[in-house]
């Protein structure tokens, strides 16, 4: 029964920084999953781990993305956030949460239908 949706801007323009939201119904981001991730798919490309945050609120991202990203939580409105900066047209890929089971992984468990985020001026 827990879904996950993502929401934020379609179009980013290059140096900006990406906010996107993912909203957790049918449960909470405190129980259900233990990891709470963002992964991203390029066009023609293959996905692309972006990092997670735990249901007690540790965080950790991808080494090559680390030093530009940033994910945080609302456990008061059931949903986490991904900034993302410096925005370049490489950054355009649709992009996925994630809620992972510890057994499994981070990104092994139920996934948002994804957003399309195009970076462009």
């Known amino acids: 029964q827990v879904q996950l949706q993502e929401s934020g801007p379609g179009l980013v323009k290059p140096s900006q920084t990406l906010s996107l939201t993912c909203r957790v119904s049918g449960g909470s981001i405190t129980s259900n999953y233990h990891y709470w991730s963002w992964i991203r798919q390029p066009p023609g490309k293959g996905l692309e781990w972006i990092g997670y945050i735990t249901y007690a609120g540790n965080s950790y991202y991808n080494p090559s993305l680390k030093s530009r990203t940033s994910i945080s939580r609302d456990t008061s409105n059931d949903q986490f956030t991904l900034q993302l900066s410096s925005m370049t047209p490489e950054d355009t890929a649709v992009y996925y949460c994630?809620?992972?089971?510890?057994?499994?992984?981070?990104?092994?468990?139920?996934w948002g239908q994804g957003t399309q985020v195009t970076v462009s001026s």
């Open positions: 994630v809620g992972g089971l510890k057994s499994a992984g981070p990104i092994f468990g139920s």
